[in-house]
């Protein structure tokens, strides 16, 4: 029957072969029209091959043996016999067949019309294939192409002059003799590398083709017309696209289409042929590794064709075929290699921990997060930069080149975030102090986040509101004020940063101090503070949670908290409240101040937020000793060097040749930043201040606080806050007691 569509073709193949009528079944085929292209090609080969062997006459079974081994396909008894104006077939006495080339065509040959199409009908450069002398006429066989190691660039400084001056066609088949004789150039067959003929179909601007006579041709890229189906080869997609970049996420290297019917068998190929050396399989033995692998058969009249290779022929955009005949192997195309790289590749950069990893040390790392050994010829290159020349136009990953030149930074981009979704962050910062604070260890399980916030503050966690898709990513917007922690079962936990759990802390004890005694400033044991910890939050208090190794140390390091030892007993006196003691504090940094910072440090137009690790930006060092007594004669106010050191938090005291030095913390510095604005004008927008002080939001992080808002409510002492509908539109103005006023510093 004739079907015009060649989809209701595969439609009746796939609905009917093999079907049982009755006892029997049906046998459903298609054909295309053969009656020029094909019969023109069998007629150059048949008439070509009997030309080249004695007295042009074979036995019938080796004539077509010969003809399996040179043409790489196979021709029947029955169209043998419909060339009688060619050859002709005899029995002998034994009944056996022979064919013999037509005697009027012996002398005229040469001359007759099928000699013009034998060049374009036989698999092989008829200019440049020399026959080796030392084999007789049945040995003339070609050899499939080698694996060689080579570059694509260095692949693509052959191919591009060779395709320039060859004269005629280019045979795949005999690629190797025309570079040779053409050219002048060899090349060395290397084992440990990717198959030639794979490497030249990355070639930028060449593709593959078979021509009407089913011989794979080598040739340029023509964008200008449509490319046929029948295409084994192409380099026009070597870098990835929009679509492209969607599938590598999702892990899948095909059309992301599940209607369409070969959806589903490309994923399964690609499946199987990874799994190869090299990613490439021997095309016989693909039948029996998909039954092996997948526990079933691969129906190919399933997908409404009756060969295998006409299956893998409309696969052409996820499958290559190289070779012909026995010699034919599969493999993944270079654009579904770079696809599959890449996937691999992400993968590898979620696993360790910031998202990038140098290229020196991807082999190493990308063994332990895939638990096998990195081969970049399993992705069809033999040189890693061939490959990752696919990503550099892509927003996949950032390649940077770092260390002059010598190596290459591989990491995740990171989509900027809106205004919106950053002032959203900000807040979710505080909310995550929120949370941890009343949990266990200042920790929750990763796995368990999601149901743990909706718990606590009673509405969902929407990762879109901050501009991310994965909790990971959102974990990493604000680390610094929390860490991934990955215990020993490989669970992972979201705990705070040592710095903010210890300002937490600080603050609990001095709420377990006054709900037993009345009294935030009352002296009280360390031990007896953390059997009230326990009591009331219901877990020991690990000193690892705070960041140290013992509790004696942790203490040491809280904020607001002043320490004294009796009887090898630790005291504590928790001071974050008391207003007394937050006027010393906030006096001696005003000493500070006005005896050694110079007015240039104080312009707002500094970061303040990194003073503390700008050097030349620091005051001049003033003496511990010196600056107690200096400021206890001219205040009249005693303090002590316990008291000195509860105010860690303000004033950092350091050691230097021996001596002890004293000066403003970062914190502090952030503080008087803002204190120096707030005099100039009566108020300002807590957007408007985190703009001038040129920060964001993960800049508080190493102070302890989540964001701006939180710096500024926790000194009520000196500043007033009027809450607005958002944290960034609340009006911030200085308190007018407020004893960290700089105006009259020259």
């Known amino acids: 029957m004739t079907i015009f569509l060649f989809q209701f073709a595969k439609q009746v193949v796939s609905n009917l072969h093999r079907k049982k009528i009755g006892h029997k079944r049906m046998l459903v085929s298609y054909t295309r029209d053969s009656s020029l292209t094909e019969v023109k090609t069998l007629r150059c080969q048949v008439a070509g091959l009997l030309k080249d062997v004695p007295y042009y006459a074979l036995p019938m079974y080796k004539f077509r043996e010969l003809f399996q081994s040179r043409f790489k396909t196979s021709i029947s008894v029955l169209d043998l016999y419909k060339m009688q104006d060619i050859c002709t077939i005899n029995s002998d006495i034994n009944e056996d067949k022979f064919i013999s080339l037509k005697p009027e065509l012996v002398n005229t040959l040469e001359s007759s019309p099928l000699m013009e199409g034998l060049q374009h009908s036989v698999p092989y450069c008829s200019i440049h294939l020399k026959r080796e002398q030392h084999k007789g006429w049945a040995e003339q066989e070609i050899e499939p192409l080698p694996n060689v190691h080579m570059t694509i660039s260095e692949i693509q400084k052959l191919i591009y002059p060779l395709l320039r001056v060859h004269p005629g066609d280019i045979p795949v088949a005999t690629l190797l003799h025309c570079i040779k004789g053409q050219l002048k150039a060899s090349i060395v067959p290397n084992e440990s590398g990717v198959n030639l003929e794979h490497l030249v179909c990355c070639v930028q601007g060449i593709q593959i083709q078979i021509n009407n006579f089913g011989i794979k041709i080598l040739g340029w890229l023509e964008l200008s017309k449509d490319i046929p189906l029948q295409d084994t080869g192409s380099s026009n997609a070597n870098s990835l696209n929009v679509s492209d970049r969607a599938n590598c996420s999702g892990g899948s290297y095909f059309k992301n289409s599940v209607a369409d019917p ?15 050396p090299k990613s490439t399989m021997k095309f016989n033995r693909f039948i029996p590794a998909y039954h092996n692998h997948f526990g079933k058969q691969c129906r190919v009249a399933d997908y409404g064709y009756t060969k295998l290779i006409e299956l893998f022929e409309a696969l052409s955009s996820v499958v290559q075929i190289m070779g012909d005949g026995e010699n034919r192997q599969i493999t993944l195309t270079h654009r579904t290699q770079i696809l599959r790289f890449t996937s691999d590749l992400l993968r590898v950069l979620r696993a360790y921990g910031n998202n990038s990893v140098l290229l020196s040390q991807l082999p190493g790392i990308f063994s332990q997060a895939q638990n096998r050994s990195f081969d970049v010829t399993d992705y069809g290159v033999c040189d890693i930069a061939d490959i990752l020349d696919g990503l550099v136009n892509s927003n996949i990953v950032v390649l940077s080149n770092v260390q002059h030149g010598k190596d290459i930074l591989i990491s995740m981009p990171k989509r900027k975030q809106t205004s919106s979704e950053l002032e959203k962050t900000s807040v979710f910062a505080g909310e995550m102090v929120e949370l941890l604070k009343n949990s266990l260890q200042y920790s929750v ?38 860490e991934i922690e990955l215990t020993n079962d490989e669970d992972k936990k979201i705990i705070l940063s040592p710095k903010v759990a210890r300002r937490v802390f600080g603050e609990q004890c001095e709420d377990l101090i006054r709900s037993v005694t009345g009294n935030a400033t009352h002296c009280m044991k360390l031990d007896q503070v953390l059997m009230l910890h326990k009591k009331k939050y219901g877990y020991q208090i690990q000193p690892q949670t705070l960041g140290v190794s013992d509790m004696a140390t942790a203490v040491k390091l809280l904020p607001y908290v002043e320490l004294k030892q009796k009887d090898q007993t630790i005291w504590l006196i928790c001071h974050n409240n008391d207003l007394e003691f937050r006027l010393l504090c906030y006096r001696a940094c005003k000493y500070l101040v006005q005896r050694d910072l110079s007015a240039s440090v104080l312009s707002p137009a500094t970061n303040y937020a990194n003073l503390g690790t700008q050097s030349s930006l620091l005051p001049r060092a003033s003496q511990k000793t010196q600056f107690i007594s200096e400021f206890n004669a001219k205040l009249k106010i005693q303090i002590t060097e316990q008291a000195l050191l509860a105010m860690r938090h303000a004033i950092k005291i350091y050691n230097s040749a021996g001596v002890q030095y004293v000066r403003l913390t970062g914190f502090m510095r952030l503080l008087i930043a803002i204190v120096c604005m707030l005099e100039q004008r009566p ?64």
């Open 262 to 276: 070969l959806f589903q068998i490309s994923r399964e190929v690609i499946e199987l042929v990874k799994m190869s």
């Open 445 to 482: 399980q990763f796995q368990k986040f999601v149901r743990s916030y909706h718990y606590h503050f009673a509405y969902q966690c929407r990762l879109s509101d901050y501009g991310f898709l994965k909790l990971a990513d959102l974990m990493d917007a604000i680390h610094g004020l929390v």
């Open 683 to 746: 108020s300002m927008y807590l957007c408007d201040i985190k703009n001038a002080l040129d920060t964001d939001f993960a800049s508080f992080f190493e102070f302890g606080f989540p964001n701006l808002y939180s710096v500024i409510a926790a000194h009520e002492d000196i500043f007033t806050v009027n809450n607005g509908p958002t944290q960034e539109r609340s009006d911030v103005s200085l308190n007018p007691n407020c004893e960290c006023k700089y105006h009259q510093i020259p």
